[in-house]
């Protein structure tokens, strides 16, 4: 038997596991979440196995934008606490292989949602692809602190595309569930970037708390808190939505408002555990389940 | 004199190897399975929807 090989000359093939962590499956699972509530919000039917399959294509194509997302930081990663296990850092995987994996995956979404839905969605799910990669990991990133703000959009795409899928066209209460999750996005981040600022700081990263500081950062998600309630709730005044959303959009916004107030107006001290902000960074979370969750019961359920 | 360089490889653990290969080629086999199911149903229900 020959034992000929060596580490040197020839690698371990890359663990299915370390492939899927490529993909970030805990942020895929929102980002599904919230395409299957704009396809199901939307109007009409979709045979259930072209629903499956346009779903299944936003999940690969999300996957894909995130693996090309730890390729291209992989020596950021390894700078930062949070980061520093993912494959790549790691070096469980090698960066040639999570690259054709990140390409492969992209394009076979994009192909898949073309055939199974439409070209509007598909166009639609490259184009934020292509935002989140190139725009957002590779432009915005590592040059500005409102670089979650403009790549927000990136994670806004899902529900849009979700809604074209079904119907082949874009409409008002999809571009609203957009902007909801585009005002959500710095709230959100800005609340996980004040307790791990360390981290980004270590890593170079010009997020807002490191580079605007923490009180302009708290003063900022306190402001996008508001904005993003009011657009949260403005599909009911609209018409674009019932009283079961409008109500629990009403109640939930109130929530995180009053969260946003709590992070807002005080400052970290001295060996602070930042509860309020990691109270509002998990809420933030629940806040889109279950909002997204009231889209689609107000338009099965109406009450 | 120069120092004796330890750049002997590490012994290749081929068991690891072969089990990691093993691993990724029944779940492309099953991968592949699964596509094909998929894209078999998926035109049956294009053709559903187009009548």
């Known amino acids: ?303 | 004199m120069t120092e004796p360089v330890n750049d002997i490889p590490e012994p290749f653990d081929e068991a690891e190897y072969r089990r990691r290969q093993r691993a990724r080629a029944n779940l492309m086999a099953l991968l592949l399975g699964g596509l094909a199911v998929l894209f078999f149903f998926i035109t049956i229900a294009k053709l559903t929807v187009l009548k």
């Open chain 1, 1 to 303: 038997m020959a034992h000929s090989l060596t580490h040197g000359e020839t690698s371990l093939p890359a663990d299915w596991r370390d492939l899927f962590a490529l993909t970030k499956p805990r942020v895929m699972s929102l980002v599904v979440f919230t395409a299957l509530c704009g396809l199901l919000a939307a109007p009409g039917t979709v045979h259930p196995v072209l629903a499956f399959s346009s779903i299944l294509a936003i999940a690969l194509g999300a996957g894909a934008s995130g693996a090309l997302n730890q390729w291209y930081e992989a020596g950021l990663d390894a700078k930062m606490k949070r980061t520093a296990g993912r494959p790549l850092p790691a070096g469980r995987l090698d960066p040639q292989t999570a690259l054709q994996f990140g390409v492969g995956l992209a394009a076979f979404s994009v192909f898949l949602m073309l055939f199974a839905s439409n070209w509007q969605a598909a166009l639609l799910l490259l184009a934020s692809i292509l935002f989140y990669v190139f725009v957002y990991t590779m432009w915005l990133k590592p040059r500005t602190p409102q670089n979650i703000v403009i790549g927000g959009a990136a994670g806004a795409f899902p529900p849009l595309i979700g809604w074209v899928a079904a119907t082949g066209s874009i409409a008002p209460l999809p571009v609203l569930l957009f902007l909801l999750i585009f005002l959500w996005t710095p709230p959100h981040f800005w609340a996980l970037a004040l307790f791990v600022r360390s981290d980004y700081a270590a890593a170079g990263i010009p997020m807002m708390p490191v580079v605007a500081g923490e009180k302009s950062t708290r003063r900022q998600i306190l402001v996008y808190a508001l904005i993003m309630a009011a657009a949260a709730i403005a599909p009911w005044p609209l018409g674009y939505a019932g009283a079961l959303y409008g109500w629990t959009a009403v109640l939930l916004s109130a929530l995180f408002v009053i969260l946003s107030v709590q992070v807002g107006t005080r400052m970290a001290r001295e060996g602070d555990t930042m509860q309020p902000e990691k109270r509002l960074f998990a809420y933030s979370i629940a806040y889109l389940f279950i909002l997204f969750g009231a889209v689609v019961a107000d338009h099965w359920w109406p009450l």
